[in-house]
Nanobody
């Protein structure tokens, strides 16, 4: 079992930046897909970013060009750099991991991000 712990969320103004970190309790090198989901109040959970074992990334259209995800398999860390933040980015962000990004085996507890207008 791998436990994921997110950090780095908080309150930021529109146009600002935040960097989320996800620390894994075990090795992530064999985990095929690490990702970030988010859920805003009253909305469905949304897949924001995915990074695969060898570095390939995918992003939701809503964050493409603004968010960048990376992983450091040696340190068992995953990151989400969020730039040009908008109020619509306000949500709880979850780090995930598993063999399928659509049904991750591992979930973090979430870290809240609030973007003020």
């Amino acid at each position: 079992q791998v436990q994921l712990v997110e950090s780095g969320g908080g309150l930021v103004q529109t146009g600002g930046s935040l960097r989320l970190s996800c620390a894994a309790s075990g090795s992530i090198s064999s985990i095929y897909a690490m990702g970030w989901y988010r859920q805003a109040p009253g909305k469905q959970r949304e897949l924001v970013a995915t990074i695969y074992r060898y570095g390939t990334t995918n992003y939701a259209d809503s964050v493409k060009g603004r968010f960048t995800t990376s992983r450091d398999n040696a340190k068992n860390m995953v990151y989400l750099q969020m730039n040009s933040l908008k109020p619509d980015d306000t949500a709880v962000y979850y780090c995930t991991g598993g063999q399928s990004i659509s049904s991750p085996q591992y979930w973090g507890q979430g870290t809240p991000v609030t973007v003020s207008s």
